[in-house]
């Protein structure tokens, strides 16, 4: 009864050879030099889009500051305003003294 | 990957792939260099699309297997007589006849069976591997390569084969 080794053995011995490696490569290669390059292939593709990339993403960081930016201050105005307001409310003397005084 | 890496790494993967493809068209050399250069420039043209999920050579060994399918479609439909295709083969050339028995030892197998065996036995892959290249489940891999060793075992000692 063969076993399995006895026809791995059949198999490498009665394996096909493959001829004429170089001119074959050398086809191939003539027709892939004649063909665009794949995005994933081209080192300056890739590092233009890397370049894209990080511009895009600090781009993006540069409008959300400004947006924090613009409510800080927003935020600042009214309080100023507002703590400016709340004395003279509070204490009712303050007015009636600088009346008094004018 | 640069185009150079990847001309120096089917450097080194264009003879398995050459050898497999020979196989499964039965030493048709003409057929299976057509194949193994469709492959090549096919895998070149969609690098983009390798996720490096599996090793650079199952993903081109699935090519190729994609490759020779389309190839025994089309010649199923196509008009060319048998004889028309043996007289293709060059008569000096007898690379063919050299490996008479392992072609005829497979010749009995499903085209999958075929491509199962010749992966295992020949290329060393593994179920998983072939799984991959062949797209089917390790399980069909597994039940092809028992059905191809009962029939080989059976070639075997028919011509004695030890």
């Known amino acids: 009864m063969a076993r399995d080794k006895d026809i791995k053995q059949f198999m490498l011995r009665h394996r096909p050879e493959v001829k004429n490696s170089g001119p074959f490569m050398k086809d191939v290669v003539r027709q892939i030099n004649a063909m665009p390059i794949p995005a994933a292939m081209n080192p300056e593709r890739q590092k233009e889009d890397c370049i894209r990339l990080v511009l895009e993403v600090s781009r993006r960081d540069l409008r959300t500051v400004r947006l924090a930016v613009c409510v800080i201050v927003v935020v600042a105005i009214l309080s100023a305003i507002t703590i400016s307001i709340i004395p003279s409310d509070l204490i009712p003397s303050i007015p009636t003294a600088f009346f008094q005084f004018k | ?162």
């Open chain 2, 1 to 162: 990957m640069t185009r150079d890496q990847f001309i120096a790494e089917i450097y080194t993967l264009q003879e398995p792939l050459r050898r497999f493809l020979l196989g499964m068209c039965h030493g048709d050399v003409f057929n299976a260099d057509d194949i193994a250069q469709e492959t090549l420039l096919k895998a070149y043209l969609h690098y983009d699309t390798f996720q490096g999920r599996s090793s650079f050579s199952t993903w081109l060994f699935r090519i190729g297997y994609g490759c020779f399918c389309d190839h025994i479609g089309k010649r199923i439909l196509d008009t060319e007589s048998i004889t028309e295709r043996e007289n293709r083969i060059p008569a000096d050339d007898d690379s063919g006849k050299d490996y008479d028995e392992l072609y005829h030892a497979i010749n009995g197998l499903t085209s999958s069976e075929k491509a199962t065996v010749l992966l295992f036995y020949i290329e060393d892959y593994s179920t998983k591997e072939i799984a991959e290249i062949l797209g089917m489940a390790s399980v069909t891999v597994r039940s092809h390569l028992h059905r191809a060793r009962r029939h080989l075992k059976k070639i075997l000692e028919q011509n004695g084969e030890r």
